[in-house]
């Protein structure tokens, strides 16, 4: 018998740092990230927030950085890879630091945020089981737990991260379908829209679209919205919704009311006590969309525009708005666990039962999603770092600034105050010397900011007369940057101004 020798075990060709979650690669991933700072450092940043020129110069001119479109037989290798994207990032890129950065909820992240975002990517650990990531569901249980006490939930609420506001809303009323469902004693797992015959769904004139959006994902059809009238606040009238309801046929099946808090455009808070009453009294589904508003729980000062929150059977959130977070980071809170039942599934290669029972589980059953990356970990580095205190402080500062904004545009002449800061958007108009032309010339003044590259705000349209008026081109200054001061404020109004007259001026050499 020929004796067995030990062999010496083949060797890798790539060295270990390679991989991120090695302990060689996480300090292989700090070398490169510097080295790609002082890439940024020396890269020409754009002087405004966005760069200069048209949007196809723009485009073609990153384009161009990058090379061709077409994969390498060669790698550049990491380093020079990753120096080249930051320079196209940076060089040809937003700024949403920049002081007048203003156009969308879209704040810059905190540093914080971003260095725990890096860290839970090198982990690279999911959210379904138990073996994919254990510290990752410890971390997101944690935030959930603590989002549900900001709240004011009860001990029976549970939650989950999802890849946005829209993704919330779109569970959110998926849990209010298979409720409806099964009050009138039907499996929508199993029958899906059939089970519910004529279904509808109420929410403010002014509410998110992904409402629209998330009844045709869930086969229940646009035509289940229904619009409900707002009033000169623009919050939801509680007496039209108990009319829409009283005004129901017997061939229909409500399924749930979307209030909102912190509309996108205005930041107004649906009355939520009152719709939280009819919805009781109906046996209804309680949705609160606020993506926008749940931020102000932050604040002592504007938490209160909040009450009636924890009345809501589901909540969406986005710490990517008033959270200052890297998107993607929503969380859709539920008032009862009991909730995602119809989401909960076993897979043999997943999370077969016995392993379940011994503790060996995830959050499967909490999405939509299977492989869910741990997007609390930044959220969770946020809240220990600022808590609630500091957090509360960068809100109270952001209303400040719209405040301030709020003031300035009311003293301005040549500017129409449209819709004051609720939270921290103001609404606004330039007013044209020829009314015939206002709409054009304000969307051809935001497009001038644009172009220019000297300011970034936000267009939407508003009626500027009360409820019933047409609706009008407007601006808008969504105000997200904790570090900006009243001079900058002054200084992007001025800016606007500006541009407004320049535009005026092409409009009457006819040369726009």
Known sequence: MTPLTRTRPPQSPFAPALLAGSRDGLAEVLATLAEAVDTASHARRPDGPVPAGAPADVLAAAARALGPAELPAEGLGPKAALQLLTTVLVEHGIDLSHPRAAAHLQPPALAVA???????????????????????????????????????????????????????????????????????????????????????????ELAHFSTHRACAALGLGEAAVRPVPVDAHRRMRPDALAAALAALGPD??????????????????????????????????????????????????????????????????????????????????????????????QVAYLNPADDADAGYDGLLGRSLQTTRRPDAVKAAATLLAYGRTGLGRMVDTCHDLARHAERRVRAEPRLELVAPAELTTV??????????????????????????????????????????????????????????????????????????????????????
């Open 252 to 345: 229909r099946t409500p399924i749930a009311v979307v209030a909102t808090a912190g509309t996108t455009d205005f930041g107004s808070v649906d009355p939520l006590p009152e719709i939280a009453e009819i919805a009781a009294e109906q046996g209804l589904w309680m949705h609160v969309d606020a993506a926008y508003g749940f931020g102000a729980l932050f604040s002592e000062r504007l938490a209160g525009r909040l009450a009636g929150l924890e009345l809501a059977d589901s909540v969406t959130l986005d710490l990517h708005k008033i959270g200052w977070q890297p998107a993607a980071t929503s969380v859709l809170l539920v008032s009862d666990t009991t909730a995602f039942a119809s989401l909960d599934r």
């Open 427 to 512: 609404v606004f108009r330039y007013r044209s010397a020829d009314p015939a032309s206002s709409d054009r010339l304000n969307g051809a003044l935001r497009r001038t900011l644009l172009e220019s590259g000297t300011a970034l705000v936000g267009r939407t349209e508003a009626a500027t007369g009360g409820p019933g008026s047409p609706a009008r081109v407007c601006l808008k200054f969504t105000l997200l940057n904790p570090t900006a001061t009243t001079d900058d404020i002054d200084g992007l109004v001025d800016t606007v101004l500006d541009a407004g007259r320049t535009c005026e001026r092409l409009f009457e050499e006819g040369a726009a």
């Open 114 to 204: 971003v260095a725990a975002d890096a860290l839970a990517g090198a982990g690279n650990a999911s959210l379904d089981t138990y073996d994919s990531g254990a510290s990752a569901l410890a971390v997101e249980r944690w935030l959930i737990d603590a989002l549900i006490r900001l709240a004011g939930l009860g001990e029976r609420a549970d939650g989950v991260l999802t890849p946005g506001g829209s993704l919330s809303n779109l569970m959110g009323l998926l849990l209010a379908r298979d409720s409806a469902a099964l009050r009138r004693g039907v499996d929508a797992r199993a029958h899906g829209v059939a089970a519910l015959p004529g279904p509808v769904v109420f929410c403010s």
